[in-house]
């Protein structure tokens, strides 16, 4: 059965890295006789451009009728000019997405490859023990979607923006973090700022409720603000951490960066319909963009989670995972992991992907 993706290649070096995933799914059809049928529409800044908002109710529907969503990125210096509106900006486009979807969980897998040991900035004796981790952060509320406000009150600027949870939302995505602990190492860690804020305790409150129904696995919690120096003194404790959504924000770039790059880190967001979005967690650095600069491995590797999880195509997904270990282990690198040394452009290392595929 065919299955329709929707490409919203965005901004900046989005349509390039969209690009080698499409190249990369195109081998995977091949090879293993499935069909995908690709649809394009615009999002973000080039949606402003061309459709004067960052997504057109028309994408939208098309989004929702599809079998799963593959982004770019969006945003830019271009579109950061008080010029623009500011609900209308780039990256409105993708909140829209995600509320109108309700892409409640957003899972960040962060692993480091043999390869790329010595590119990440921790000591040896630590990257040593491995670093195997999943971040599950909720997605669709908290302090992003808010109430906010900017005013003026006596010659004095002043600004707010709320952080909200209701314990339904909290149930669901905890427990969609439970069970993804349970296929893993059964560990998970509530991240938090319990000691300060009512909405961290209310999620305490929650997460202890639902531990009741999963006892197999072991629950843990931590401040952000000490997550944040344990990620970087000893990631190998953490297995699954359950966050809000902008601790999971925040979290999600520095594990990435333990790991080798942010160009490496793919992300998946699932939500309550059969249409999840799958993107990496980088954005669109337009200082780069058109140069065949760009590391697409974070968007292969995202469309390698679209196959495992919304076509249930694991063997497949495997092929993909294993092609970029192998491309690695040859000393491939783009320009972001190079460390100085010879790099190969976006394009050569898609190639190299697909021809280990291939064979």
């Not at 010595?118 to 952060?137: A, F, N, Q, W, Y």
């Amino acid at each position: 059965m065919s299955k329709n993706i929707v490409l919203l290649k965005g901004d900046g070096i989005g349509p390039e890295i969209v690009d080698s995933a499409v190249k990369v799914l195109e081998e995977i059809a091949k090879k293993f006789g499935q069909e995908f049928n690709f649809i394009e529409r615009l999002v973000g800044g080039i949606a402003y451009d061309n459709e004067g908002a960052p997504i057109s109710d028309e994408t939208l529907e098309v989004c929702k009728n599809s079998d799963a969503i593959i982004l770019g990125a969006v945003g830019g210096p271009k579109w950061d000019s008080d010029e623009v509106d500011p609900k209308k900006r780039p990256e409105q486009g993708l909140l829209k997405l995600r509320k109108e979807l309700d892409l409640y969980a957003n899972l960040r897998p962060a692993t480091i490859y043999a390869a790329l040991k010595d590119d990440s900035p921790l000591k040896d004796r630590i990257v040593e023990k491995g670093i195997d981790l999943i971040i599950v952060r909720e997605l669709v509320g908290g302090i992003y979607f808010g109430e906010r406000k900017t005013y003026e009150e006596d010659g004095i600027r002043t600004a707010y923006d709320i952080e909200k949870y209701n314990e339904n939302e909290i149930k669901r995505i905890a427990k969609y973090a439970f069970k993804t602990a349970m296929r893993r190492r059964k560990k998970l860690t509530l991240v938090d700022k319990a000691n300060v804020l009512d909405s961290s305790k209310l999620w305490r409150k929650v997460i202890g409720e639902i531990a009741k129904y999963f006892a197999e696995v072991e629950v843990n919690y931590m401040y952000v603000d000490n997550c944040s120096m344990q990620l970087i003194a000893n990631p190998s404790q953490f297995d699954v951490i359950l966050t809000n959504n902008i601790f999971g924000d925040i979290l999600s770039d520095e594990t990435s960066m333990i790991t080798g790059s942010l160009g490496m880190q793919p992300s998946a967001s699932i939500g309550v319909s059969r249409v999840n979005m799958y993107e990496p967690i980088h954005g669109s650095a337009p200082d780069i963009a058109g140069k065949d600069l760009a590391n697409p491995i974070g968007t292969i590797l995202s469309a390698a989670m679209m196959l495992e999880y919304s076509f249930d195509m694991k063997k497949e997904a495997e092929t993909i995972r294993n092609a970029v270990e192998k491309v690695l282990d040859n000393n491939l690198r783009t320009k972001d992991i190079s460390s100085g040394k010879d790099f190969v452009k976006c394009s050569e290392i898609t190639e190299a992907i697909i021809e280990i595929i291939r064979k």
